[in-house]
């Protein structure tokens, strides 16, 4: 039996771009043909998370055991390592003993602790930075999604070896493509969008993720008469436990009986909904002050959408010609590039960006592929 690579996906649906990553590094991995010549590739999931990981079940081989035994999933994990010959799992972050003959590989999302702390709990932060210290001493090769996470690792942590930049593609599977572009018309009417022009929002309602430059930018443009037909959609769950004050002042827009009528939050919903809303979108607004490596940017990508995008490094470093960077503390100059978008005719090919999401996945592999030579 060929050497295997385990990925675990654990985790919920209360970070669910965790989950996506996971997904998307499987897809990644799987279209490296020395990578899959070489290797097995394994995923192992709760069994209630299946429905993110569907679609994957050509490329790799998957593993689901029950919500119930996350108390002995580290056990079962192991005992799954030595019956299927796995030589590498990731991401993981505890030291594995040697008798195990098994090969441990890191990974750290971001380090938004870091550079946000005021977006975190003092304790929560504190649980953060030494969950980072940890990793980083262990010693594993770690894998990170982009350059500006690299600069943070160094600057904050202050590591440079066995560091491997693997950036990921949004994996949208020909299945829910079909079902987007079958079902798109009952997923708009079920939002009272069809036949309606909107501008797209797609976060959750974090204080990091910047509604609020959306919002005022909105309220500059809805006091002229010849905005008034605009209408701004947004997904993702109105909270925060971290900054209930932030929530409550997002609110007071949505209840705003002058703006009212030009917003609408459908709140967290199916991806599947989700991307036939972003499909047609006239254009998106991704105002985030921090990522990682944007699950966002990428889902605009494979659509092929044009996107009004925070100028931030990571964002400089992952966007494409579709995308216009704006100030995400300027509501003016957002407003004014609004205005200027939604004249344009924009002409989106899924096509193009299932292409470019096959030829990027290939590009990206390589430093995984990479890694696994040095190691």
């Known amino acids: 039996m060929k050497p295997g690579i385990l990925l675990v996906g654990k985790g919920n649906t209360q970070w669910i771009g965790g989950l996506y990553y996971i997904k998307n590094i499987a897809f990644v991995l799987s279209q490296n043909e020395y990578i899959c010549r070489k290797y097995n590739l394994f995923l192992l999931t709760f069994r209630e998370n299946i429905n993110v990981f569907q679609g994957l079940s050509d490329f790799v081989q998957m593993i689901t055991i029950p919500q119930s035994f996350c108390e002995i999933e580290k056990l079962y994990r192991i005992l799954l390592c030595k019956i299927m010959n796995i030589k590498y799992m990731f991401p993981c972050s505890t030291k594995i003993s040697s008798f195990f003959q098994i090969r441990g590989i890191s990974w750290i999302p971001d380090f938004q602790h870091n550079r946000l702390p005021h977006c975190y709990t003092e304790s929560e932060r504190e649980h953060r930075i030494e969950a980072s210290r940890k990793i980083v001493r262990i010693g594993y090769p770690l894998v990170l999604s982009s350059e500006d996470c690299r600069n943070d690792l160094k600057l904050f942590y202050g590591r440079e070896r066995s560091v491997f930049v693997v950036p990921f593609v949004s994996y949208i599977e020909p299945q829910i493509i079909e079902d987007i572009i079958s079902e798109e018309d009952e997923i708009l009417k079920k939002y009272h969008l069809f036949d309606r022009k909107y501008i797209y929002i797609a976060n959750q309602f974090w204080q990091h993720k910047n509604h609020i430059v959306v919002l005022e930018a909105a309220k500059l443009l809805l006091e002229k008469v010849e905005n008034q037909d605009m209408f701004f959609v947004f997904t993702g769950r109105m909270k925060d436990s971290r900054t209930p004050h932030y929530i ?4 007071s827009y949505f209840e705003d009986i002058a703006m009212g009528g030009h917003l609408l939050n459908c709140g967290f919903i199916d991806r599947k909904e989700q991307l036939a809303i972003m499909k047609n979108s006239q254009f998106v607004v991704q105002p985030s002050l921090f990522e990682g490596w944007g699950t ?8 092929d959408k044009t996107i009004l995008l925070s100028d931030i490094p990571i964002h400089r470093e992952q966007k494409n010609e579709k995308c216009i960077l704006f100030d995400p503390y300027n ?10 978008e939604i004249k344009c005719e924009h002409c989106d090919s899924i096509e193009d960006g299932v292409q470019d999401m096959y030829e990027r996945a290939k590009k990206y592999s390589e430093n995984f592929k990479k890694m696994l030579d040095c190691y």
Request: charged residues 35%; aromatic residues 0%.
């Open 248 to 251: 409550d002042k997002i609110s």
């Open 331 to 340: 509501p003016k100059q957002l407003a004014g590039l609004i205005e200027k």
């Open 296 to 303: 966002v940017v990428e889902d605009a990508k494979v659509l």
